[in-house]
């Protein structure tokens, strides 16, 4: 399996991954104890796979300080669960990936941050298909790699319907909003961004058809403050549905400049005017 960002499963693949995810009797309980009493060393090795497929042979070193994953032990919507990642030292990051180990593309995310950016937050919503660590991996303008892990537990969370029909959900799509933090002159302005796009996983079933809604995702964003970038981000269908990303950004008075594409050609932009920071 290739776990590389944009490239997901084949409908007979997911009709695989299903087979084991969207289960009912012994079977199914069966499948998700599978993923739930996996032990460590099994959890390291497939980690390893991953990190392979991703970064090559690049050595990825621990790190407490540079990078920090925060997630819910046990979440209580695998389809909507925060992630916050930390990284306090501003000037030495490039860019951060996010890696969900036991999801059907384990890839979710790619971050790479900007002159505009101040990386030292930024929160986003993900789904979690079955108890799995999770890995925040760090790029440094030296170019080499740091790793966070944090494990997680949740299931289903790539197969959970909307609960509302294709159609409903794909209204709007594109749309954005953007919230600003009152910030006072000189500082980083915090900004939460949502975009209204169903991202389907490829893996929910029509309620209504009973086939499964192809997959449609966010797969570029890309936001900057006046000419200079903040980051642009490389997602996959583990982002959740209308995605919330908290970020911060060192303003120089222009407007934000939002532009989004998704797997399947759509293409959306809209600008934003921060507020005058207080003195």
Known sequence: MTHR???TFSTLALGLVL??????????????????????????????EIAKSIFGDRQIAPTDSLVKIEAPARALDAALVPITLT?????????VSLIIDDNPAPYA??????????????????????YTDMHAVVETTDGKLYEAKQFVKASG?????????????????????????ETAAGKPVEATLMIRHPNFSGMQMNQVTRDYTP???????????GDRKVFTMT??????????????????GKPIQVAASDNQGGQWQHSFTPPSPTN
């Open 109 to 130: 995310a790619k971050f790479e941050f900007g002159p505009a950016a101040d990386p030292a937050e930024l929160k986003l919503r993900v789904r979690v298909n079955n």
């Open 215 to 225: 997959a449609r995702y966010i797969d570029k964003l890309t936001v900057s403050a």
């Open 157 to 181: 969370g790539c197969s959970a319907p909307m609960g509302m029909s294709d159609e409903e959900a794909m209204k709007g799509m594109g749309d954005m909003r953007m919230k600003f933090a």
């Open 5 to 7: 960002i944009g490239q």
């Open 235 to 252: 997602g996959d269908i583990s982002i959740a549905s209308n995605p919330v990303i908290n970020f911060a950004f060192k303003p120089d």
């Open 19 to 48: 087979a084991t995810t969207a289960l009912s009797g012994p079977l199914a309980g069966a499948a998700r104890a599978a993923g739930a009493s996996d032990t460590d060393q099994e959890r390291a090795a497939r980690w390893q």
């Open 87 to 95: 990284m306090p030292n501003d000037g030495q990051i490039k860019a």
